[in-house]
């Protein structure tokens, strides 16, 4: 696809050939679809605080073991949530001032989960244009599926006992702090340039909770759920939007959508992420619009070829079909990614 609306008019539907949107959507439709609303933007924003606020008051209102691991679920989950929204603010869909697009998406969203708008901008633009081809940045995320249950069953102790989440951290705490060799100065400045701004914001958190009496949730109930559950439903995420999906070079089969209950929504895709599929096909459509566009889509002539599945637990059934005796632990496919994308390791998501 292309990086901007103006010259988005197209989508790739089969391989060298291309359908105009507008078979896809009328102009009606399209045009009303991609409007953006800034005071929805701001209550997306504001409710996935209040989720991450509340659950922290629950917890110091009525400390026991249940409601801890309730809100280190809800808070990981708007953890993902406010990536969710800092990538909506990537594309521009917050507001039609894109000053007012960027403070509101890095300060807000980006930053409190150590990750930065524009750098992961520059990143994930690539993965759209270039969705499921060999020089997708994403492909490492895909690629190795399916996989067996006993690799799946690794990843997923790695990631809610906060391995994965130390391991990405510490990758992104090295490369900003850059070479050792480097005059102080010059480290100084490079560390400022990829995670200054995020400390500030978490300097910010820690100050508000502090002064509230309760300094202790932010690393129990900030950083904890950021580094584990968080990183479990980013896992099973990714592997929901293009793991095992039908054609790499056909866009209404080489992304997924994938349908959700309530429960799902509330702790694990929150903010429509599950709308991937459409998402792909018209990125600059903000996310509260995806499930009108889904609705649409779905009552149309491409709807049988689209990539749909019935839930996480059945993409993750088709992701861990390999026989187990076919397993052979390797190397980690975070690691990889950080191998092969050193320069966006910072982004955080």
Request: charged letters at 20%; a positive charge.
């Amino acid at each position: 696809m292309a990086t901007s609306p103006a010259t988005s008019s197209e989508v790739r539907v089969e391989r060298h050939r291309r359908v105009a949107a507008r078979e896809l959507l009328s102009q009606e439709q399209l045009r009303e679809l991609r409007q953006r609303s800034l005071p929805r933007a701001l209550w997306l924003i504001v409710h996935a605080w209040i989720v991450i606020l509340g659950a922290m008051a629950l917890v110091a209102w009525w400390p026991n073991p249940l409601t801890f691991l309730l809100a280190v679920a809800l808070i990981g989950s708007r953890q993902l949530g406010l990536a969710i929204l800092m990538h909506d603010g990537a594309h521009g869909c917050f507001s039609t001032n894109q000053k007012l697009n960027m403070w509101l998406s890095q300060w807000f969203c980006a930053y409190p989960i150590f990750a930065g708008t524009r750098a992961y901008r520059h990143y994930h633009l690539q993965h759209h244009a270039r969705t499921q081809q060999d020089d997708d940045p994403d492909l490492i995320l895909s690629k190795p599926f399916p996989i067996t249950k006993a690799s799946y069953k690794r990843k997923f102790l790695r990631d809610i006992t906060g391995q994965t989440g130390y391991e990405q951290r510490r990758a992104q705490l090295r490369n900003a702090l850059g070479h050792p060799d480097w005059p102080l100065a010059r480290r100084a400045r490079h560390f400022w340039s990829r995670l200054g701004p995020q400390f500030i914001a978490n300097g910010i958190l820690f100050a508000g909770l502090a002064l509230a009496g309760a300094w202790w949730a932010y690393p129990l109930l900030w950083l904890l759920p950021l580094l584990t559950w968080m990183m479990v439903i980013t896992r099973v995420r990714n592997i929901a939007e293009h793991a095992v999906v039908g054609d790499a070079d056909d866009p209404l089969r080489n992304t997924r959508t994938t349908r959700t209950n309530w429960l799902e929504r509330a702790l694990l895709a929150p903010y429509w992420v599950n709308y991937h599929l459409e998402h792909h096909l018209f990125f600059y459509v903000p996310c509260y619009n995806l499930p009108k566009l889904h609705r649409i889509l779905t009552a149309g002539p491409h709807a049988e070829r689209m990539e749909i599945a019935l839930g996480y637990a059945d993409v993750l059934r088709k992701a861990t079909a390999r026989p187990d005796r076919e397993d052979r632990p390797g190397e980690r496919i975070h690691g990889q990614r950080r191998e092969a994308n050193q320069n966006t390791a910072s982004s955080g998501f």
